[in-house]
């Protein structure tokens, strides 16, 4: 069993920054391949990145590609996620994801466990 605590999320103007940091327990992260999902009201839980369990391979949606950076520190047990020039419409809450077995990575089906969420606001 894994749980999952993401941190780091808050309020920032257009054009800025914010990392986001899931802190993983147990002694098995580097086993997992770990994602990261948003989601907004009314809407479907919606793919942002994800990396598989060594951190050398990383896949994002194309509405965050070249802005996003998806990476992880076994050692810490942790992935982290640098979101720079933000924009609105990429207000939503965050949530932290890690899969044992292999699977889409796009998919949040594929998925076992995910955290609490942490909510990310984009002002114009």
């Known amino acids: 069993q894994v749980q999952l605590v993401e941190s780091g999320g808050g309020l920032v103007q257009a054009g800025g920054s914010l990392r986001l940091s899931c802190a993983a327990s147990?002694?098995?992260?580097?086993?997992?391949?770990m994602g990261w999902f948003r989601q907004t009201p009314g809407k479907e839980r919606e793919f942002v990145a994800a990396?598989?369990?060594?951190?050398?391979?990383?896949y994002y949606a194309d509405s965050v590609k070249g802005r996003f950076t998806i990476s992880r520190d076994n050692a810490k047990n942790t992935v982290f996620l640098q979101m720079n020039s933000l924009k609105p419409e990429d207000t939503a809450v965050y949530y932290c994801?890690?899969?044992?077995?292999?699977?889409?990575?796009?998919?949040?089906?594929?998925?076992?466990?995910w955290g609490q969420g942490t909510q990310v606001t984009v002002s114009s």
């Open positions: 994801a890690a899969r044992r077995w292999d699977g889409d990575p796009y998919r949040s089906g594929t998925y076992e466990y």
């Open positions: 990396i598989r369990r060594s951190g050398l391979t990383t």
């Open positions: 147990g002694r098995t992260f580097s086993s997992y391949a």
